[in-house]
């Protein structure tokens, strides 16, 4: 199983980013989705979760309203776009993905069992 994250990069405060997770190795519609973050210094946080069929959603509160989690599993990739982007946004984005066996979503780390690598969002002020 892998999943592979990628988008990252710099932007200026008010931009936009949009993150793909591709999956490969596991039947990807059976699985739920998360992106979290993790800035320097900081622990990883929940940013957003889709369930398996992208019928729910659910986002922190910190970027509820301008990031959006979506996913084509006609593709395998899950996506995160990210809008009105600030300086505190700025993280290292990592995807996950959960077996899932009904339409749930999953806002804990522990509760994933697949992780991407990583991609670094910086965001300049």
């Known amino acids: 199983v892998q999943l592979q994250a990628s988008g990252g990069g710099s932007v200026q405060s008010g931009g936009s980013l949009r993150l793909s997770c591709a999956a490969s190795?596991?039947?990807?519609?059976?699985?739920?989705v998360g992106w979290f973050r993790q800035a320097p210094g900081k622990e990883r946080e929940f940013v957003a979760a889709?369930?398996?069929?992208?019928?729910?959603?659910h986002y922190a509160d910190s970027v509820k309203g301008r990031f959006t989690i979506s996913r084509d599993n006609a593709m395998n990739t899950a996506y995160l776009q990210m809008n009105s982007l600030k300086p505190e946004d700025t993280s290292v984005y990592y995807c996950?993905?959960?077996?899932?066996?009904?339409?749930?979503?999953?806002?804990?780390?522990?509760?994933?069992?697949?992780w991407g690598q990583g991609t670094l969002v910086t965001v300049s002020s």
């Open positions: 996950a993905a959960k077996g899932a066996f009904r339409s749930f979503y999953y806002t804990r780390e522990y509760e994933y069992s697949y």
């Open positions: 190795g596991l039947t990807f519609s059976s699985y739920a």
């Open positions: 889709i369930t398996w069929n992208g019928d729910s959603t």
